[in-house]
């Protein structure tokens, strides 16, 4: 069975995330892996309490999120140097998160999401702080400085790739267009940074990191777009469109609003939209009626699509 182009498909998207999601998913810092220090938001939110789309509630969206703040106080590098650190209060910082996982995990089998979800965004909260104390202590803008500074050279490397790329392939379109926007993002971040105001430039900077990416990868791809996918059932194709809304959920989450301003009523109609569509997707995939789940998740991701672009964001789709 054959399925049209999708620019965006799971693997692309994985690319994206294994690089840019631990930032926004509570994950690690990519120079030490340890957690961040500067963003104390729950993992797998979509960065403002203003923004928390239909799916943050679904149960098992909480428990992916269980399990990341697991992975996080337990095996992370930044829980071992905080272990090894000597620092009793930051080891009591990371105890203290334990117990907010456990708490979590008690209040999410007696399906309390709610209350689970919570629990543990302070447990993440916790961890970041007994990292920053293992750290010895260093400020919140010194990190925020060393974060942006980090940022901004892959940032300069991506952007250079890109247009060695687009170059080479004589590529114009929409790689001109992403191209353009990543410049004029990544010159408005250097003003900000410039006038002090680096957390708002951080913001705008990993939007470049994003969209450069997106158009590396669509750029790569080039040679390759005229193929159809091939599947061996309506079930598999299924499983695929499953994945592939997934991720554009979490790019949902890791772009949107992360100053906390106020989501555009546009983007949340959009983001609604998705939402109720990946509801009817799942009830007819439960019932076995893959082709019209296909299609109904096709439109939801469509949704989620238009909401990443709304944002500022050009992703091909």
């Known amino acids: 069975m054959k399925s049209p182009l999708r620019l965006l498909g799971s ?11 631990t930032h926004a998913l509570g994950g690690t810092d990519e120079a ?10 729950a993992a797998g939110e979509a960065g403002s309490p203003n923004l928390k789309s239909r799916w943050g509630s679904d149960k098992e969206q909480v428990q992916r999120r269980l399990v990341t ?13 905080v272990a090894a650190s000597g620092n009793a209060e930051a080891i009591g910082l990371l105890e203290q998160a334990r117990g907010k996982r456990d708490q979590a995990r008690g209040l999410l089998n007696s399906g309390d999401l709610k209350g689970a979800s919570d629990r543990m965004g302070e447990g993440t909260s916790l961890v970041f702080e007994a990292v920053r104390k293992a750290d010895g202590g260093a400020t919140h803008a010194s990190k925020n400085v060393q974060d942006f500074d980090r940022r901004m050279k892959s940032v300069e490397a991506l ?25 004029q993002m990544t010159s408005e971040a250097r003003a900000l940074s410039s006038k002090g105001d680096v957390e708002k430039g951080r913001v705008i900077l990993d939007k470049a990191y994003v969209t450069a990416k997106v158009g590396i990868e669509h750029l790569r791809r080039g040679d390759t777009l005229v193929r159809s996918l091939n599947f ?18 979490m790019l949902i989450g890791m772009l949107l609003n ?12 959009f983001i609604t939209q998705a939402a109720e569509l990946r509801r009817q997707a799942d009830q007819q995939g439960s019932a076995g009626k893959f082709a019209e789940a ?24």
Request: glycine share 8%; hydrophobic share 30%.
């Open 11 to 21: 693997s692309m998207l994985a690319i994206l995330l294994a690089s840019y999601g």
């Open 32 to 41: 030490n892996d340890s957690p961040k220090a500067t963003r104390p938001q």
């Open 69 to 81: 703040l697991d992975t996080l106080v337990e095996k992370s590098s930044g829980a071992k140097k």
């Open 159 to 183: 952007t250079d790739a890109l247009d060695r790329i687009r170059k080479e392939k004589k590529a114009g379109g929409d790689s001109a267009k992403i191209s353009e926007q990543v410049h």
């Open 232 to 249: 061996a059932t309506k079930e598999e194709e299924y499983r695929y469109e499953l994945d592939r809304n997934d991720t554009h959920q």
């Open 258 to 269: 992360k100053d906390g301003g106020k989501p555009d009523p546009m983007i949340t109609k």
């Open 294 to 317: 296909i299609k109904t998740l096709e439109d939801s991701t469509m949704e989620l699509i238009k909401a990443i672009r709304g944002s500022g964001i050009y992703i091909p789709g």
